[in-house]
């Protein structure tokens, strides 16, 4: 079985790991690839650009008997790759188009929530600078500005004062900062409580969700410094519980997936609640349409199901006859970072020497490639480190206990990863007593 998953980063290597346990694939291609995903067995990594629509698709027609493709990053499913291979006859791993605009456009998933009647911030629509200033100066704070598209996750400014939210407002629809991504863009109030991401399986008819998970965006430890595209992830989520998931499953999970269905938008992949837990209940402050990156690399080593299977599965709409089944163990996912990330990187082309994968501990290569044989540095994020163990204290001190044999020069990365989860369970032991 020949399978092509397209992307280049962690996420697409979590992926690609996931597809290689099943004993039938004979061949994955990668396109472009990474260096760490160069090297594992039965992968071939083809050069080539994930958002040049025509070439990918033309290589997926090249490709005898491909049984499926995988799309991994946003901005091949905003222009229609998924749409692209399906014309082709090939099962697709992705959203259609029209799908994808829950994440492509934030302006648009606002409006599909609301006229879904599922929670979320109240938020208004601005494109005009003079009137989305006057908002500013009126609205109470803080205030969460958004460029409606995508910004390669910097295109969020949480205002706590009203100059930083002019300066935000300012940025898209003045300063030009993020293109066409800010020629539109939210203003949200500013939820407060617990973030959760949970990624769900959908076919378009049957959504399954995964466990929940937490995401640490800011560079810096007590989330401190700009966000980046995410530090660390552990899974599951404590502040996540069985109430939470049941009020979730009625009034978010239900709600989109019928809406898709209204709205009549194919959507066959991941779909990706960003939640918060508010006094009021959860509400989503925003959707993905893939996996997230570094989610995918502390969720999917969770997995029991045969992840190929499920994939298929849900390309080709029969998710619903599709067991997926989740370990009780906990995992944590370091990242490890150049310094100077999210901002000007420092260290790029440095040689890397890395040790082996343990039984429960994974390295998963985001910015690194081959060049003339050694594997380097290329990215802002360089690794993940994932270990898995039976509680989320044991996983987290394992990933940091293999992460002191992946350092290289002028790296960084944050020592607190799941240490929010850690305080709460302490809590909530004590609270139980």
């Not at 994930?50 to 090249?62: R, T």
């Not at 700009?226 to 999970?253: H, K, Q, S, W």
């Amino acid at each position: 079985m020949k399978v092509l998953v397209v992307g280049s980063g962690g996420r697409e290597h979590a992926l690609v790991k996931g597809i290689l346990r099943n004993p039938a694939v004979t061949e994955v291609y990668a396109l472009p690839g990474n260096g760490g995903i160069a090297k594992e067995t039965k992968v071939t990594c083809v050069p080539g650009n994930a958002e040049d629509v025509a070439a990918v698709a033309a290589f997926a027609a090249s490709v005898d008997d491909l049984a499926l493709a995988v799309i991994g990053p946003d901005d091949p499913l905003a222009l229609g790759l998924a749409d692209e291979i399906r014309k082709l006859g090939i099962p697709c791993f992705g959203p259609s188009k029209a799908g994808a605009q829950l994440e492509s456009s934030k302006i648009f998933a606002k409006e599909f929530m609301r006229r879904h009647g599922i929670p979320t911030a109240d938020f208004a629509v601005f494109n005009s600078l003079d009137k989305a200033l006057t908002y500013v100066e009126e609205a109470s704070l803080p205030l969460v500005v958004k460029a409606d598209g995508l910004a390669k996750g910097k295109g969020v400014t949480v205002a706590r004062t009203r100059e930083e939210a002019r300066e935000a407002v300012r940025a898209c629809l003045e300063q030009k900062v993020f293109g066409q991504s800010g020629e539109r863009i939210l203003i949200e109030e500013c939820l407060e409580g617990p973030e959760v991401t949970v990624l769900a399986f959908c076919d378009g008819e049957t959504l399954i969700p995964m466990v929940p998970s937490m995401d640490h965006k800011a560079a810096c430890d007590g989330d401190k410094g700009p966000n980046t595209g995410g530090m660390g992830v552990i899974a599951p989520n404590p502040f996540y519980d069985a109430e939470t998931a049941a009020l979730c499953e009625e009034r978010i999970f239900r709600p989109t997936l019928k809406g898709l269905q209204k709205d009549g938008l194919p959507y066959r992949g991941c779909l990706y609640f960003g939640l918060m837990l508010t006094k009021d209940g959860p509400k989503v402050i925003e959707y993905n349409s893939r996996f997230g990156d570094p989610e995918a690399q502390a969720v999917l080593p969770l997995l029991e199901t045969d992840l190929l299977t499920i994939l298929l599965a849900t390309a080709e709409g029969r998710l619903r006859e599709t067991q997926v089944r989740f370990s009780d163990k906990a995992s944590c996912c370091v990242v490890l970072a150049s310094q100077g990330y999210p901002g000007k990187l420092e260290n790029q082309g440095v040689t890397l020497a890395l040790p082996q994968d343990l039984p429960d501990v994974t390295l998963y290569h985001a910015g690194t490639k081959l060049e003339g044989g050694r594997l380097v540095v290329s990215g802002g994020r360089v690794l993940g480190i994932t270990a898995v163990a039976d509680t989320l204290e044991q996983a987290i001190a394992k990933a940091y206990e293999f992460l002191t044999e992946c350092l290289f020069y002028k790296a960084q990365y944050r020592t607190d990863i799941g240490q929010k989860a850690l305080t709460y369970l302490a809590g909530d032991k004590e609270r139980k007593k």
